[in-house]
């Protein structure tokens, strides 16, 4: 291989590394739901490592690009079940290499309301100035799975468009197994995977952040601390029941109770013979 051209290759992977760590959603968009029922599925994606979840639990936040982002749209309130769990799949990183990721990761994920920067204006970022400026000295990147939190980008000096932050309201999250430390929401069972229904999300765009969930895999002295681990997501909206199918339920119930009662009051003034 000539010098220049490996010079050349080893510039666009330094010049495209920093897009690692900025938020995207590509190849992650489970879609626009209108309150019909409807499924939809995403494979072929990784995360490095299998604590990008719950390292964003703790006091100091956690680093963004360890998760992988996803979104959908509610054009009408909807019950909706996120699943996410361990797969293999091929994943593309930063330099264009292509890999197989592997089994074992123990997902986590959390769901916002919320997106990120789209394109044409710049992807936010962990280390960029404003999201710098708006959390506290110290931590580790933006990301927090427990709470509200925002992250921004960089100022588009071309167009002069100033940098702005993205926020995330924090509207609940699940992970795969038995509890970390007091961390609420773990399912008990470690089987790679993990599902959360949420009932009647109102409309509008949506974030999930998806990691693992094995706080001490980010020990220095995990030979697994850089291993892709490949995960597969499912979206299943569902219909929110209309308010006259929760009065006839309702009705039914009364009607029910009614009988009961009824009966009971025949055997009561049965018994006081
Ligand atoms: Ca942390
Ligand atoms: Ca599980």
């Known amino acids: 291989m000539k010098k220049t051209l490996r010079y050349a290759l080893l510039l666009v992977g330094m010049t495209s590394l920093p897009a690692m760590a900025h938020v995207g959603y590509t190849g992650r968009n489970f879609g626009t739901f209108d309150g019909t029922s409807a499924t939809s599925t995403l494979s072929g994606q990784g995360v490095t490592g299998n604590y990008g979840w719950i390292d964003g639990t703790d006091a100091d936040y956690g680093d963004a690009h360890k998760t992988a982002s996803y979104r959908f749209t509610l054009l009408n309130p909807a019950d909706v079940t996120l699943t996410f769990q361990q797969a293999t799949s091929t994943v593309t990183d930063h330099s264009g290499i292509t890999s197989t990721s592997e089994l074992g990761l123990t997902p986590g994920f959390s769901l916002y309301q919320g997106l990120a920067h789209l394109a044409p204006m710049g992807a936010d970022y962990d280390s960029s100035a404003m999201s710098k400026a708006h959390r506290p000295a110290g931590t580790e990147g933006a990301f927090r799975a427990l709470d509200d939190w925002k992250i921004g980008n960089d100022a588009d000096t071309v167009n002069g468009v100033p940098a702005s932050l993205s926020f995330f309201k924090h509207i ?81 119930l009364g009607l029910m109770g009614a009988i009961v009662r009824r009966r009971e009051s025949k055997r009561n003034s049965e018994d006081s013979i």
């Open 172 to 252: 609940g999250h699940a992970y795969d197994g038995t509890a970390s430390g007091s961390v609420s929401g773990f399912d008990g069972v470690a089987d790679g995977k993990v599902s959360h229904t949420f009932s009647n999300l109102a409309a509008g765009d949506y974030s999930v952040f998806v990691g693992g969930s094995d706080y001490l895999a980010q020990e220095i002295s995990n030979p697994n601390i850089l291993t892709k681990y490949g995960v597969s997501g499912t979206l299943v909206a569902g219909v929110v029941p209309e308010p006259e199918t929760y009065a006839m339920l309702l009705a039914g």
